[in-house]
């Protein structure tokens, strides 16, 4: 007899059903779960090389003129991501491995884009983002004063920059696919120290009370998912500075930001190439360890058979002599790169960034602050040793090897980064939007609270520099008698600032109390010396906004702007921010102005306060102008572009001498071995590896998307050659020199460190590169070392 149920148990049933499928409908579309089937955005990811001239050019970030490039110690790159509604607004953000933005270099590659989309990508939703490394070529930018160290505007440096961004955009617009972006958060200490904790101090009480740390720590990571590839990159924004290489450093790199990005894109390599494997330990790219398995590295089936014994390796590397150096084909350096190419058959290749973001008081020097002389601390309020700034130094956590200080504080945002990547639970669903202005920041009008309660209303100024922006900081430390918390001058470099140019009496007030140094704003010859007209930006993806700020903001200065924003965002009980909206910004973006503190760290005038260039109320009029930003893509409407910003590209000026010609001794061709390795020579894990080639200047051909240095391992049954570590590799440096500046000789040194997982068997390390004759043809060359055996 079949039993009847009461209807309220039917109903009960009913209700179970429908919210088991509720549930179900959530967790596969959270991004920890199964990849749903969505067309919310439109996804595209892209990256390129811009390493650039890797000699004879001034370094950008310390403006230390003996700070010349010659060599590589890893590559730069654009990384670049493209967000788009299908029926709707898309964003574009770049980040760059450079020091900075440049106006220039964003102006160009406007052009560049609106002759190829029309009005698809233009200054209104593209954002070009500096990681501020410290150790990429300059003269880049078009305002005087930042370049002047590099010997004027270096065509060559621009030219790369531009194109990599361009060719980046491309990439992301042409792999444009259906697909989820994901966001999380997470705590990241350890990783940045306040480098003026003397300025911070003077913010008020009640403000740092609300913080546990003096830095922010907090990094925010975007995943993007493919909905047929799955995970295709990532962007995350963290603030630290790019100065863990010194001001000493010639090799360029892309200090620590850059080297998470290398470890995490060849992380997500080798954990999508190793089938079955849940997790790959992050010490396997941190430390420059590469596995060599499958399709990764383009290796497999090369790895020798562990049961060879040492003198069979030894009689394969005797028959492998010096080849000596001999012309070949530009293109050949590409295509022996380790690395592929973007796309790997249908598959995009994975990009992963390391983004800036409030990091003007933040130093990757987290040990602090000693005398190189005495070894005690700095003194706090001046950061001098016996009233010299040039004594102070910040130490790394790899002191003294700013090497592996590189490393380590990459390693850190690496392994966060993946924590994060792992862990995600948010998916950014809402529209793409974007707000953006241009504003002339030396005479803008501020209204600010008043000591009364009321209000009053104050101005910005022309850009000026104070007397402790020569002071430099505690990563890089400036000349002369100059000390950071200098809020007086004195009267001998007050004399010498005449002879350029003496501010008036108004800017004098105006900036109080930073007393002046370059009066920046006012010089105008030959041509501008500093900015008036910079952007501001916001985009939006979602419940993602991103503040676009051209300069370096500090801690506290960071915090303002965005609890601004964010509370224009969710006032009024907006429903479609509240309550998960996600404020980052993105430091030194489309333009570049220096730094930005607040009104009491300006007060102090240390370094960060006295490179506030338009005045001690630059920071309220960056809120208020964002402010006005948020409530207009708040409310849908649109907002006045402003002036625009110069294009100074004809009016630059070169200094840098151009390479005349490269030579070699009698019966020495380029590419050939000047000082080989030791015959029957083997090394064990851990060894540094060097072979010295006779080279020429690198500015003749930067080998972007190729390499100038080259290890490669041996195939035993068919005695080829595959290529194992490039000059893209942390485990591998190429330096270059010449024994005179006006020599035409030249040396490429290439040093390899053996990393602890490379695989055993017979190596030789190559050298390619261009040589100019005095007629002006390029010629590109190679040669090869002795082969050698690691154990």
């Known amino acids: 007899m079949e039993r009847s149920f009461p209807f309220h148990h039917h109903a009960l049933i009913l209700h179970r059903i429908i919210w088991f499928f509720i549930l179900l409908t959530f967790f596969m579309q959270e991004c920890s779960g199964e990849r749903e089937n969505s067309n919310t955005y439109l996804i595209g990811l892209g990256s390129y090389d811009i390493t650039g001239p890797a000699a004879d050019v001034n370094m950008m970030g310390y403006a230390n003129p003996n700070q010349t490039a010659s060599g590589v110690h890893f590559r730069l790159r654009a990384r670049s991501f493209i967000v788009a509604e299908p029926e709707g607004k898309r964003v574009v953000f770049v980040n760059l491995d450079a020091c900075m933005a440049s106006q220039l270099v964003t102006i160009k590659v406007i052009e560049r884009l609106k002759a190829r989309y029309g009005d698809l990508y233009t ?17 880049y930018l078009q305002y005087v004063v930042y370049i002047v160290t590099s010997f004027g505007f270096v065509r060559q440096s621009f030219d790369v920059i531009v194109d990599g961004i361009e060719k980046c955009i491309i990439q992301a617009h042409e792999n444009l696919r259906p697909g989820t972006i994901c966001i999380n958060k997470g705590e990241l200490v350890n990783a940045g120290v306040n480098r003026s904790p003397s300025a911070y101090l003077n913010n008020p009480s009640e403000e740092k009370s609300q913080y546990k740390h003096n830095v922010d720590t907090e990094m925010t990571l975007l995943k993007f998912e493919d909905d047929e590839w799955g995970p295709v990159g990532s962007f995350n924004w963290f603030a630290t500075h790019g100065t863990s290489m010194s001001r000493t450093n010639s090799l360029i790199s892309g200090d620590n930001k850059g080297a998470a ?123 001098t040793c016996n009233g010299k700034n040039e004594l102070c130094y910040g130490r790394g956590p790899g002191y003294p090897d700013e090497f592996e200080s590189t490393r380590i504080i990459g390693d850190r945002q690496f392994r966060k980064a993946v924590e994060l990547f792992d862990s995600m639970t948010e998916k950014l669903k809402g529209r793409v939007d974007y707000r953006h202005t241009y504003l002339d920041f030396s005479q803008i009008k501020v209204t600010i609270p008043s000591s009364d309660g009321g209000t009053q209303v104050v101005k910005t100024c022309p850009a000026a520099m104070g007397f402790a922006f020569a002071a430099g900081t505690t990563d890089g430390p400036g000349a002369f008698d100059f000390k950071q918390g200098d809020d007086q001058g004195n009267p001998f470099w ?33 041509y501008p010396w500093a900015p008036s007209v910079l952007p501001i930006q916001i985009l939006r ?13 500090t801690t506290m200065s960071g915090r303002r702007l965005r609890d601004a924003v964010r509370t224009i965002l969710t006032s009024g009980g907006n429903k479609e921010f509240n309550p998960n909206v996600h404020v980052v910004i993105a430091g030194l973006t489309n333009s570049y ?79 050939d071995v000047s000082t080989d390795v030791p015959k029957n020579s083997t090394f064990r894990k851990g060894d540094l590896v060097t072979v010295v080639f006779w080279s020429a200047c690198p500015r003749n051909d930067p080998m972007t998307e190729g390499t100038f240095a080259l290890v490669e391992l041996l195939n035993k049954k068919d005695k080829t050659w595959s290529p194992a570590y490039d000059d893209d590799d942390f485990c591998l440096r190429f330096k270059w020199s010449r024994p005179s500046k006006l020599s035409s000789h030249s040396h490429a040194t290439i040093e390899w460190r053996i990393p602890e997982t490379a695989s055993p068997g017979v190596y030789r390390i190559s050298h390619f590169g261009a040589s100019k004759s005095l007629f002006g043809s390029i010629k590109h060359f190679a040669g090869e070392s002795t082969a050698f055996v690691v154990v």
Request: hydrophobic share 35%; glycine share 8%; with cysteine.
């Open 123 to 139: 200054e209104q939703n593209v954002a070009i983002s500096g990681i501020h490394t410290h150790a990429g070529p300059g003269g």
């Open 261 to 383: 990005a290398r470890f995490m894109e060849d992380w997500f390599k080798q954990k999508s190439s190793l089938e079955g494997v849940e997790s790959i330990h992050p010490d396997t790219f941190s430390k420059g360890i590469k596995y060599q398995k499958g399709n990764y590295r383009r290796v497999s089936n090369i790895i020798p058979d562990l049961r060879d014994t040492h003198n069979e390796l030894l009689g394969l590397a005797a028959s492998n002599q010096a080849s000596g150096g001999r012309p070949v084909r530009r293109s050949l350096s590409a295509a022996r790169r380790v690395r592929s190419a973007f796309r790997e058959g249908d598959r995009p290749k994975f990009v992963s960034a390391f983004c800036q973001s409030n990091c003007g008081d933040v130093s990757p020097n987290i040990l602090g602050a000693f005398c190189i002389d005495t070894g005690l601390p700095c003194d706090f309020n001046h950061s």
């Open 494 to 526: 007050k004399l010498v600032r005449n002879l350029l140019k003496t501010p008036d009496q108004k800017q004098v007030d105006c900036q109080h109390p930073k007393p002046i140094l370059l009066d920046t704003g006012e010089m105008k010859l030959p």
């Open 541 to 553: 993806i979602g419940q993602l906004v991103i503040l676009s700020v051209p300069g370096e903001f």
């Open 593 to 671: 102005s220096q730094y930005v503190t607040t009104f009491e760290e300006y007060e102090i005038q240390r370094y960060e306060g006295a490179s506030t260039l338009y005045g001690p109320h630059t920071l309220s009029a960056y809120i208020q102008e964002f402010k006005k930003l948020a409530t207009a893509l708040l409310s849908g409407q649109d907002i006045s572009p402003g002036p625009s910003p110069p294009d100074l590209l004809s009016k630059q000026i070169s200094l840098l001498p151009p390479v005349v010609m490269d030579g070699t001794p009698i019966r020495v061709k380029f590419g």
